[in-house]
Structures are given as C-alpha cells and as structure tokens.
C-alpha cells in the first residue's frame, strides 16, 4: 500500500496558495474599491463627431495643387506630366555636360581659342547631326518647356475647382468657411521663375549661334568659339550681359532643379513672415545657402573658361571675320 496517500497534505508549492478567508458582507453604499475602473461608454452615449473643415476635406488644398490619382492603375496628368519634366532634365544633363567641357574647361586648360576649336569640332560629331540633336536638346527642350507649362495651369483648374467645390459645401452650412487667402495659382518658386527667364536667354542663344547662321548663310560651320569671341569684341556690353544672365540663371536653375529632384531643396513656400522679415529653420537657412553654393560654384566654374578666355579672344580677320560681321549685322543691336 501506497503510505503517501495517507499522510496527503495541501501543496504549498504553487504560485498562489489557496487560503480560506472569512466571510464579508457587501455594503450597497459603500464606495468601490480602488482597483476596479469605470467602464467605457456605449457607443450611444459617445459625443458626435465634429464636421470637418474645409482644410480637411476630400480634397485638401495644397501648395502644388496636385489631385490624387483616380485609380490606382490610371496614372493623372499631373503625375505624366511631372515624369515628363524629370526625364527630359536627365537627357538635357548629356549635352550640357558635353557643352561644358567644350566652352569652359577645355578652353580654361588650353588658355587658346583656336586650340580649343578643335575639340568643339569633335565633340559637334555627338550632339549636333541629323538625328542627336533633336533627341539630345531639341525634343527634350521643348518637352521640358511645354511640360512645366502645362503643369502650372492645371494645377491651377484644380485648384479653381475645388474652391468651387468649398464655396458650395460653405453655402449649405455643412462646413466652416475656408481660409480666405486661398491660393488660386500654384507657388511660383525660385525653380520655376529661373525656369523662364532661362529659356528667354537661352531662346537667344540659340537664335544668335544656331538658327542665325543657317538663315543667313545655309550653314554653321564656322561658328565656334571664335565666333563667340568676335561677337564679344564687337559688342561688349551687350555680349557680357547676355552670357552672364545666361550663366547665372541658368546654371541656377539647373543645380535647383536637381537638388529638388534628389529632394534636399528646401522648401521656401513653408517659410513665414514676422515682422516683416523672413524666418527660415536653422536646418533649411543650411540646405538654401548650400544649393545656391553649388549654383554660384557651377556658373564660376562655367565662367572662368567662357568669360576668363573665350571672351577675351578678340577680333576674326580674314574672310571669316567678314562672314561674323555679317551674321552680326542683322541681330538688332
């Protein structure tokens, strides 16, 4: 026989012993203990929502104006539209890299117009025969253009429809009236105002170097560096205006461009006025005079070979010379 059983005892092993209380009376007025917790209202006695405002409604007024997309396998316009612009920039990123070296550092390492003619010649090969030039620069140019346009305007019919949209919901009482300084057209930033002055420089450019001499003489050949160089002996004032203008904007659109692309372009729309002054966040007042650091260092970089020995070329002699003279005869001056 088992003599354990006998001699059974209560285990007292266990996390919690069982112990024999006492019995309580419950007191109906006495308050609840500390432990217990009230509990969570019905959904019925919950308070109601509060109406939405107009800034939060479906469709939230923003600063680019963009809509989102309809469907999920139906891009919008605006997205297309925003691709376009991107990816025209990255064609435009060969030549300009290419034009760079040819009228800038080559020239700045050569410290000769003339020896410097040579390399333009070769690199012409690239970028300026029947089929590269329109899919390098003209194509991605104009669609760059016409993209960036496009954008701005409907941006602005979504947003005109939508305070379409806030002005009725306001006049039916079921939302407070919106902000009153609504925002018809999307911000003209620093990207976008560059943008256009840049292609009226650049349109001149083009005009003077390209499209001039095949109007006048059937062919360009014999623009080059030099031609550049008599232009700036000729006409001194106005040469340097127009490249400096063109440098400047330019190499500052482009590097503002890229940094808002790669996304480390501060925002300046987000930046308020107090006082009258402007307050910028520490992180971004950095961000803002890195990227215009990098700008001024790019059109310097351009400059130094371009203005620094391009321009101080001086006059073309010889028929060549005359032919300039020409071309230039019929620019208005």
Same mark, same amino acid.
């Given at each position: 026989? +088992?003599?354990?059983?006998?001699?059974?005892?209560? @285990?007292?092993?266990?996390?919690? @012993?069982?112990?024999?209380?006492?019995?309580?009376?419950?007191?109906?007025?006495?308050?609840?203990?500390?432990? #217990?917790?009230?509990?969570?209202?019905?959904?019925? +006695? $919950?308070? #109601?929502?509060?109406?939405? @405002?107009?800034?939060? $409604?479906?469709?939230?007024?923003?600063?680019?104006?963009?809509?989102?997309?309809?469907?999920?396998?139906?891009? $919008?316009? =605006?997205?297309?539209?925003?691709?376009?612009?991107?990816?025209?920039?990255?064609?435009?990123?060969?030549?300009?890299?290419?034009?760079?070296?040819?009228?800038?550092? =080559?020239?700045?390492?050569? &410290?000769?117009?003339?020896?410097?003619?040579?390399?333009?010649?070769?690199?012409? #090969? =690239?970028?300026?025969?029947?089929? $590269? #030039?329109?899919?390098?620069?003209?194509?991605?140019?104009?669609?760059?253009?016409?993209?960036?346009?496009?954008?701005?305007?409907? &941006?602005?019919? /979504?947003?005109?429809?939508?305070?379409?949209?806030?002005?009725?919901?306001?006049?039916?009482?079921?939302?407070?009236?919106?902000?009153?300084?609504? &925002?018809?057209?999307? /911000?003209?930033?620093?990207?976008?105002?560059?943008?256009?002055?840049?292609?009226?420089?650049?349109?001149?450019?083009?005009?003077?170097?390209?499209?001039?001499?095949?109007?006048?003489?059937?062919?360009?050949?014999?623009?080059?560096?030099?031609?550049?160089?008599?232009?700036?002996? &000729?006409?001194?004032?106005?040469?340097?205006?127009?490249?400096?203008?063109?440098?400047?904007?330019?190499?500052?659109?482009?590097?503002?461009?890229?940094?808002?692309?790669?996304? =480390?372009?501060?925002?300046?729309?987000?930046?308020?006025?107090?006082?009258? @002054?402007?307050?910028?966040?520490?992180?971004?007042?950095?961000?803002?005079?890195?990227?215009?650091?990098?700008?001024?260092?790019?059109?310097?970089?351009?400059?130094?070979?371009?203005?620094?020995?391009?321009?101080?070329?001086?006059?073309?002699?010889?028929?060549?010379?005359?032919?300039? +003279?020409?071309?230039?005869? /019929?620019?208005?001056?």
């Amino acid at each position: 026989m +088992d003599t354990a059983s006998l001699h059974a005892k209560a @285990s007292q092993e266990t996390l919690a @012993s069982l112990l024999q209380l006492d019995p309580t009376p419950i007191d109906p007025e006495a308050p609840p203990p500390a432990f #217990e917790k009230p509990l969570p209202s019905l959904p019925k +006695d $919950s308070p #109601e929502p509060r109406p939405r @405002s107009a800034s939060t $409604s479906t469709y939230p007024m923003t600063m680019e104006g963009e809509l989102p997309t309809p469907h999920r396998g139906s891009p $919008s316009p =605006i997205f297309l539209l925003s691709r376009v612009q991107r990816y025209s920039s990255i064609t435009l990123s060969i030549f300009t890299s290419i034009h760079l070296a040819n009228t800038s550092l =080559i020239p700045l390492f050569t &410290r000769s117009v003339p020896a410097s003619e040579t390399y333009l010649l070769q690199a012409r #090969e =690239i970028y300026q025969t029947t089929l $590269s #030039e329109p899919l390098l620069i003209g194509i991605p140019v104009l669609a760059h253009i016409a993209a960036g346009t496009a954008l701005r305007f409907l &941006r602005r019919s /979504h947003n005109l429809r939508r305070y379409a949209a806030n002005a009725a919901s306001v006049s039916t009482g079921k939302y407070p009236p919106p902000v009153p300084t609504l &925002r018809i057209w999307p /911000h003209f930033s620093y990207i976008s105002a560059s943008g256009y002055v840049f292609t009226a420089f650049f349109a001149a450019h083009v005009a003077v170097n390209r499209i001039l001499p095949l109007v006048v003489e059937g062919d360009s050949s014999n623009i080059g560096l030099a031609f550049v160089a008599h232009g700036f002996a &000729r006409h001194t004032a106005l040469s340097t205006l127009s490249y400096v203008g063109l440098l400047t904007v330019g190499c500052g659109h482009m590097v503002w461009g890229a940094a808002k692309w790669l996304g =480390i372009a501060p925002d300046t729309s987000e930046w308020t006025q107090r006082n009258g @002054s402007r307050v910028v966040p520490k992180g971004r007042r950095r961000a803002w005079f890195g990227v215009h650091g990098v700008s001024a260092a790019f059109a310097l970089l351009w400059a130094a070979g371009g203005l620094g020995v391009v321009a101080r070329g001086g006059l073309t002699s010889g028929w060549i010379g005359t032919l300039y +003279d020409n071309l230039y005869a /019929h620019v208005a001056f």
